[in-house]
């Protein structure tokens, strides 16, 4: 028997079978959904059968689990109880956005998502800004505020700022381009409801 901890039971069972995974779902494996929110006792109850030596497997929707994704509490619970963690590495949008950037990759700093309100929201973006001539900068938003988002760096940073948009990363529509702030705002780019990390530089 094989576990597995996941974020939606359904599209885990997909996207396993989509790499050729072919045990039987019924028989061979169990899956587990994990609540955002896991408490210790959660992840006791997640995690109960790795003991018996049954093998456990973390899988997040996109990218890595635990980066930008839940699940960094069953990792915590797992070292706390010495069960031994063996990280896979898939791809991930957001080291993926900073390795095609062309910006420091020494020093970066990922934000995670910002505040969607002003004046909170651009008071972030611009204390980013403020930081990053030594540390690229890296957030997200939501496909169907990115969009708002880039309008409001376009808004908020000098011209002379550095702005990468790394659009559907691995997809067929792909977009990938660095530039200033003010040659961004005389290039004409639709980033609604598509999957963008954004990055900033100086």
Request: proline content about 3%.
């Amino acid at each position: 028997m094989t576990e597995f901890i996941v974020e939606n039971a359904k599209t885990a069972r997909r996207y396993l079978r989509a790499i050729g995974y072919k045990k039987n779902f019924d028989t061979e494996v169990t899956i587990r959904e994990l609540d955002k929110h896991a408490d210790q006792q959660n992840c006791e109850s997640l995690l109960q059968n790795v003991s018996k030596g049954i093998d456990c497997g973390l899988i997040s929707e996109a990218g890595n689990p635990c980066i930008a994704d839940p699940g960094n509490e069953i990792v915590a619970y797992a070292h706390q109880r010495n069960i031994k963690v063996v990280p896979l590495v898939g791809p991930s949008s957001i080291l993926l956005a900073l390795i095609s950037s062309g910006f420091n990759g020494q020093q970066f700093c990922f934000n995670g998502y910002i505040p969607i309100q002003n004046p909170e929201r651009s008071k972030k973006i611009r204390n980013m800004e403020s930081l990053c001539r030594g540390t690229t900068q890296i957030f997200m938003e939501t496909p169907f505020r990115n969009q708002n988002m880039f309008d409001e760096i376009l808004k908020t940073c000098q011209d002379d700022t550095m702005l990468c948009i790394a659009c559907d990363l691995t997809l067929s529509t792909q977009f990938i381009k660095s530039q200033s702030v003010k040659a961004w705002k005389k290039t004409d780019v639709q980033l609604q409801k598509r999957y963008c990390i954004f990055l900033l530089s100086r």
